[in-house]
């Protein structure tokens, strides 16, 4: 059977095949859009930041499984961003570009530190008997009080994340990119940034998923300074 298709003018023509690169274009813009439901779904059982070790109640395991994934989601979440930003020179994008790593490395280094030991120290105190686990828990205790220095990483982390995503919502206002591309960066930074945990996480999540799909589908404006 021919493949010829006939066009209203009488004239034949070869039917458009998909080519390489849109497959290629079909598969980038999955993985980006799969990153932050990715997030989403780890941090959906995020329970609520403990006061203390013993807030943590049965739940350590997946206190400590979820930080764990999170470890594995921050440097793809800072390629995400990063390819946001791309074509983009103005000087926001450049504030967002410098202190995206400072971000990543904080973020993940108190998350490491406060969820996952935390958790570890909680679930361990759980599994101990005698003085071996009033003295466990007495150190998860001390721990979710959060001593010096993680008060200083949390804040570099915190604030630098933050800052981050401001910057890319003001370089994509700069260039003219849809106000929901604007506002679900602007959204992402400080919900995720001050408050990972269900539901603030999620919802941060959700606008840096709406700005990745309004970019990807709406066409990318490129400008400098």
Do not use: C
Not at 111 to 131: P, Q, R, T
Not at 181 to 195: R, S
């Amino acid at each position: 059977m021919s493949s010829l298709k006939q066009t209203t003018m009488g004239a034949f023509v070869q039917p458009q095949q998909p080519t390489a690169s849109t497959g290629a274009t079909l598969a980038r813009r999955a993985l980006l859009f799969s990153i932050p439901v990715a997030t989403a779904l780890v941090i959906f059982r995020h329970p609520p930041d403990p006061a203390t070790a013993t807030d943590l109640g049965h739940h350590t395991g997946l206190y400590i499984w979820i930080h764990v994934g999170l470890l594995f989601m921050l440097p793809l979440l800072g390629i995400l961003i990063w390819t946001l930003l791309r074509g983009i020179e103005n000087r926001a994008a450049t504030i967002a570009r410098v202190l995206l790593p400072v971000a990543l490395v904080f973020y993940a280094a108190f998350d490491s530190l406060v969820g996952i030991v935390a958790g570890l120290l909680a679930h361990e105190a759980m599994h101990m008997s005698g003085m071996v686990s009033v003295g466990a828990a007495a150190l998860a205790e001390r721990w979710m009080e959060i001593p010096m220095p993680l008060p200083v990483i949390s804040t570099i982390g915190v604030v630098s994340w933050t800052v981050v995503l401001l910057a890319a919502a003001v370089a994509h206002r700069q260039v003219g990119s849809s106000w929901v591309v604007v506002a679900g960066l602007a959204l992402a930074g400080p919900l995720f940034g001050f408050g990972h945990p269900f539901i603030t996480g999620v919802i941060g999540m959700a606008g840096l998923l709406a700005a990745t799909v309004a970019l990807e589908l709406g066409g990318r404006a490129q400008t400098t300074d």
